[in-house]
Each structure stands twice: as C-alpha cells, then as structure tokens.
C-alpha cells in the first residue's frame, strides 16, 4: 500500500532562511511524487513532480526537491525563503498500478517571519 | 485557458437540505475526484471516477453522492445524512487510464450549515 508522511505539521522560518518540509512515502514499486500549495481559500497548486527521470526536481517559485530512494524521502527545500511562501503545502504519491489514485500527506504549514 | 471551475466558491446550506456542488473540467480528463478539506486533517477523498458513467466511493462517501454522465462534468451532492457537511471542498482531475500525471485542481467550494 502507498502511504506519504509528512514531518512536521508547522515550520516556522525567517526570510531569506532555508526552507525544508519533509516527506517520507511508502511504495512498493518506483513512485511517481508531487508537492503541491495551497494558498488560504484556494485549490492545490503543483510545485513539481517526480516521475522517475531526474531525482533532483526543480519546480516553480525556486522550490526543488530530492528523490532519495534509500531513504524512502522527498523532501522539498528553497535556499531563501520569501514572506510570499507562506502557505500549506502537500506531499503525494500516485499509485503504481492505479495511476489514478493519489495518497495525500496531512500537509505542512509554513509560516515565514520577516 | 484549460482548466477546472467549481461553482459557487461559498455556500451556505439550512440542515436538512441536499446541496450539490459543480465541477466541470476541459483538459479532457479521463479520471475525476472529490476532496473534502478539514482544518488540520489534509484532503480525504469521498468519491472518484475513472471513467464516464463509473465511479467509486472513497474514504469518506458516507452522505455524499455523485453523478458522471458526461466526462466534463462531476458534481457532488452533500445529502442531508451528512453529520458534519460544514467544510472546504475540492474537485480534482488527471489524465487517466494509462497515462500518469498530476492532478489538477479546481479552486474548491466552501460550504457551510447554517
């Protein structure tokens, strides 16, 4: 079964620090990953996306992330984080067989202080 | 511009009243979903379709139902069994069958009992 878990349900940075939301899944078989944001009152918006290529991703709004596949993670970094990066953000992972289903993370809260 | 639009963005809803909730796409999607969104409990799925005329329940179908005559359209109807209907609601789409891609999301619906 796919399953994705997110560390840490609110970080707190200060502008221009390192941004790092965590996300651990579980596949039995190469997963395809997203990260997603959500804005307050607003749909999710896809960030970036691993589909087996590249294991480092580099996605919108300087976000890029790391497939590591000993350490079953995906973790989404951003050298310098901006006032404008506050918002939620989620993990998932599509099914292997069922591409068709996606399994969500609880979600992360980022919270940037000036 | 190809996207997904949920209408209306707020509702409101006496008890014991069904309500249905719209989502139309034209990124000729194959697959689409129902997410309803609690604070602090991420995207629980109620139902998706892969196809027209079929669909499945998800996690959380109870009081919910949904309809997929065309492949454009998913509407969701909140039924007065639902305990607890007051929530963020987001209709998603993706590719289908065999093609793995992301999900793609409509700007959600917010209802509330009143």
């Known amino acids: 079964a796919q399953s994705v878990t997110q560390l840490g349900s609110h970080v707190s940075v200060s502008e221009g620090a390192l941004v790092l939301l965590r996300c651990n899944y579980s596949s039995s078989v190469p997963p395809y990953l997203f990260w997603y944001v959500q804005y307050p009152n607003q749909g999710l918006q896809l960030l970036l996306k691993?589909?087996?290529?590249?294991?480092l991703v580099k996605g919108i709004n300087g976000f890029e992330a790391e497939f590591k596949k000993s350490e079953t993670s995906f973790h989404l970094t951003k050298p310098s984080a901006h006032m404008s990066d506050a918002a939620e953000y989620f993990c998932a992972v599509s099914a292997p067989y069922n591409f068709n289903k996606f399994y969500f993370g609880s979600g992360t809260k980022l919270n940037v202080k000036p | 511009d190809g996207g997904i639009t949920q209408s209306p963005k707020y509702l409101f809803r006496k008890e014991g009243q069904n309500v249905t909730l719209s989502c139309e796409q034209n990124?000729?999607?194959?697959?689409m979903y129902w997410y309803r969104q609690d604070p602090g409990q991420g995207l629980r799925l109620i139902y998706y379709?892969?196809?027209?005329?079929?669909?499945q329940k998800g996690d959380i179908a109870e009081g919910y139902s949904v309809s997929r005559e065309k492949k454009e359209s998913f509407p969701l109807t909140v039924t007065s069994a639902q305990k607890n209907p007051t929530a963020f609601y987001l209709c998603?789409?993706?590719?289908?069958?065999?093609?793995?891609?992301?999900?793609?999301f409509g700007q959600g619906t917010r209802l509330t009992v009143v």
């Open positions: 691993y589909t087996s290529a590249a294991t």
């Open positions: 998603a789409s993706s590719p289908g069958g065999t093609v793995r891609g992301e999900a793609f």
């Open positions: 990124l000729n999607h194959d697959a």
């Open positions: 379709s892969q196809i027209v005329n079929d669909f």
